[in-house]
């Protein structure tokens, strides 16, 4: 018999991307466009999980230390269920 990992399914991952080095001024990231789509060209099949959706959204912080230099990232949602 087959048993699966116990954590439960559909399980939902965040990916937070941006830069710890350089502020928003010297580079900036974007999301995909509106109804866009993630590329999964180089998602394993072996992999025992399927990405059902994903949606995106970018934040901009702002820090007490410098308010001068924002920091921008893109979190990703993905929602992971078994294949």
């Not at 116990?6 to 995909?32: I, K, N, Q």
């Not at 924002?70 to 993905?78: S, W």
Request: aromatic share 14%; hydrophobic share 35%.
């Amino acid at each position: 018999m087959h048993e699966k990992h116990a954590c439960s399914f559909p399980f939902f991952c965040l990916c937070r991307f941006g830069s710890w080095t350089y502020t928003g001024d010297m580079v900036d990231v974007v999301e995909v466009e509106s109804g866009g789509s993630l590329l999964f060209d180089f998602y394993s099949t072996a992999c025992p999980s399927v990405v059902q959706s994903h949606e995106s959204r970018r934040n901009v912080d702002i820090f007490d230390c410098c308010p001068d230099m924002p920091a921008p990232d893109i979190t990703i949602k993905l929602k992971l269920a078994w294949r």
